[in-house]
């Protein structure tokens, strides 16, 4: 096992994700042994790769010469993929419940400087919670000023966090959402405009999912 886990973390094996629309559905990963038959991708890939479980199949491919192994690393890691095209950083900010989870702990100065930690920089977020925006744009900006690696390491830690911190809130979907909130009548333009002036994130029924 030991030998083995050593000769794969120099090895690359390259996963696609069918059907093969862009370049980045084809990415190169030094691959890591896990429990069970499944095969696992870290979460902040699948978006460049549209890669979303709802069914979707994953081939994996093992280049056999050292010349194929030496291309896939220089084309088509992740790395790879951004030194060619930094604009693919967009598909590598939080998301989802790590998204949330980051968005939460920013409500508080605290918070906010815990995440402005990873970052390395302050986060400028319009009406005080940071978006998927607002990591887009802090993970361009380290890419620029210190380089692909540092985002990349940059992404990996907020993502991390944020799905820890998400884990650790306890925040669910309430059983009754918004039945005992004072709603507009049910057309798109009244509910648009009630769920952007929403501001109490503490409120149990409604809050979670209006942050």
Do not use: Y
């Amino acid at each position: 096992g030991t030998a083995l886990d050593a000769l794969m973390a120099k090895s690359w094996v390259i996963a696609n994700r069918a059907p093969t629309l862009m370049l980045t559905a084809l990415v190169a990963f030094h691959p890591v042994r896990q429990p069970g038959r499944v095969i696992r991708l870290h979460p902040l890939v699948t978006p460049g790769m549209n890669a979303d479980f709802d069914g979707d199949q994953v081939g994996i491919f093992l280049p056999l010469t050292e010349e194929a192994q030496r291309e896939a690393g220089e084309k088509l890691s992740i790395r790879a993929h951004l030194q060619r095209d930094p604009s693919i950083l967009k598909w590598m900010a939080p998301r989802q419940d790590s998204l949330w989870g980051l968005a939460d702990r920013c409500r508080t100065t605290e918070g906010r400087r815990e995440v402005e930690e990873i970052t390395g920089r302050p986060l400028m977020a319009r009406g005080g919670c940071p978006t998927l925006e607002t990591f887009i744009s802090v993970l361009r900006a380290v890419a620029a000023e210190e380089g692909v690696d540092r985002a990349m390491n940059v992404a990996d830690r907020l993502a991390r966090h944020g799905f820890a911190l998400a884990r650790r809130s306890g925040a669910s979907m309430h059983p009754l959402l918004g039945s005992a909130l004072q709603r507009p009548k049910r057309d798109r333009e009244n509910m648009t405009e009630f769920i952007e002036s929403f501001r109490d994130f503490d409120q149990p029924e409604l809050g979670p999912q209006v942050l």
